[in-house]
């Protein structure tokens, strides 16, 4: 079963600041994906953080905490078009990516 | 450089029959993983192939099958089709350097 937990949906507007959590089971972690889908498409890489600490990359910034077992994907100064499935995933041993089940933003004007 | 590529888009089968999908991997990557995405459980990993061998397996039945052939493109079979299998199938090739990058998927209906 899934040991990643994610917020099923959110809600924001334009020009606002979301933050989206998950936390994921620590044991043979090796890293954390947020990747980013909309609907009928293919999920597409956003970050990927290995070491803790926060990785910025223009409107998107992704944190973890690795003795915590937990991670956020912070997207500012948001668009319409950020609405999409957010979608978390830790790298394991033993397997390749484990993904919670995704956060639906729905962004509005 | 050409993305990932999986054929068939949609696939229609009825209960009982056997599929098999294709996944060709970015050119160069040698690692292709496979996923079962459905509205109740998200994306469930199926298994890893890497140089043709299978490296890592999910929780899934002996009816879900893959394999990966020297080029690096791997199938995935899918035998005595139920109606639980309908969801879409992604497949993503990496070098093995973390950078995952997914297909557009096959989407399958079992009826």
Redesign the interface.
Known sequence: G?NIDQPTEMTATEGAIVQINCTYQTSGF??L?W?QQHAG?????LS?N?LDGLEEKGRFSSFLSRSKGYSYLLLKELQMKDSASY?C?S?QA?????????TTLSVSS | KAGVTQTPRYLIKTRGQQVTLSCSPISGHRSVSWYQQTPGQGLQFLFEYFSETQRNKGNFPGRFSGRQFSNSRSEMNVSTLELGDSALYLCASSLGDHGYTFGSGTRLTVV
Request: aromatic share 20%.
């Open positions: 899934q090796n890293g994906f990747y498409e293919a999920p597409t890489f990927y290995v979608l995933a790298e033993g397997t390749a990516l484990i993904f919670g089940k995704g």
